[in-house]
């Protein structure tokens, strides 16, 4: 399953790229390619992972929606977070993954990533600020990630820049 299927099974909107910014994004995929192989697969070791939006067949295996990252509280270190079809977790590297309560969080905004000028784009960075009552959190990764997890947890699409 790639980007269309998986757009189609959130709630939240996605927009599509225009004409003019298919041509950037083919380009931005060729340099991240030689980047990887030129630096010996850092981005991969360091954990940048670029979305394919791949959805497994069994519904406990994570869904590839790229890097996302969960700080909760915020003064804590970012953790990598993943997705099935079932939940999402906590994965850090070295230690067993743990379910997130994300059906107990709430987003209290949304602020797409610094000079973003492709809002709800599938892979426009974004970050969400959530709160479960007592404490505060973010969640960041891009938009179409976010919105996965979103439709998991249960969230409204937040409003926002658009």
Same mark, same amino acid.
């Not at 189609?8 to 990887?36: F, I, K, M, N």
């Given at each position: 399953m790639g980007e269309a299927e998986l757009r189609g099974l959130v709630r939240?909107?996605?927009?599509?790229?225009?004409?003019?910014?298919?041509?950037?994004?083919?380009?931005?995929g060729l340099l991240h390619a030689v980047s990887a192989v030129v630096t010996l697969g850092?981005?991969?070791?360091?954990?940048a992972r670029?979305?394919?939006?791949? $959805?497994? =067949?069994? /519904? !406990?295996?994570?869904l590839g929606l790229g890097t996302v990252r969960l700080r909760w509280p915020d003064?804590?270190?970012?953790?990598?977070v993943a997705a099935s079809r079932e939940g999402v977790w906590?994965?850090?590297?070295g230690r067993p993954p743990r379910e997130l309560p994300v059906r107990s969080w709430r987003v $209290?905004? =949304?602020? /797409? !990533?610094?000079?973003?000028?492709?809002?709800r784009q599938a892979d426009a960075p974004?970050?969400?600020?959530?709160?479960?009552?007592?404490?505060?959190g973010t969640l960041?990764?891009?938009?179409?990630?976010?919105?996965?997890?979103?439709?998991?947890?249960?969230?409204p699409e937040p409003s926002g820049p658009a």
């Amino acid at each position: 399953m790639g980007e269309a299927e998986l757009r189609g099974l959130v709630r939240w909107r996605v927009e599509d790229v225009p004409p003019e910014g298919r041509a950037g994004r083919v380009l931005g995929g060729l340099l991240h390619a030689v980047s990887a192989v030129v630096t010996l697969g850092a981005d991969a070791a360091g954990g940048a992972r670029r979305p394919d939006w791949s $959805v497994p =067949a069994d /519904p !406990a295996a994570y869904l590839g929606l790229g890097t996302v990252r969960l700080r909760w509280p915020d003064s804590a270190r970012a953790e990598p977070v993943a997705a099935s079809r079932e939940g999402v977790w906590a994965v850090p590297p070295g230690r067993p993954p743990r379910e997130l309560p994300v059906r107990s969080w709430r987003v $209290v905004r =949304a602020v /797409p !990533a610094t000079g973003s000028r492709r809002p709800r784009q599938a892979d426009a960075p974004w970050r969400l600020e959530l709160t479960d009552g007592s404490g505060t959190g973010t969640l960041t990764g891009a938009w179409l990630a976010l919105a996965w997890i979103g439709t998991l947890a249960g969230w409204p699409e937040p409003s926002g820049p658009a």
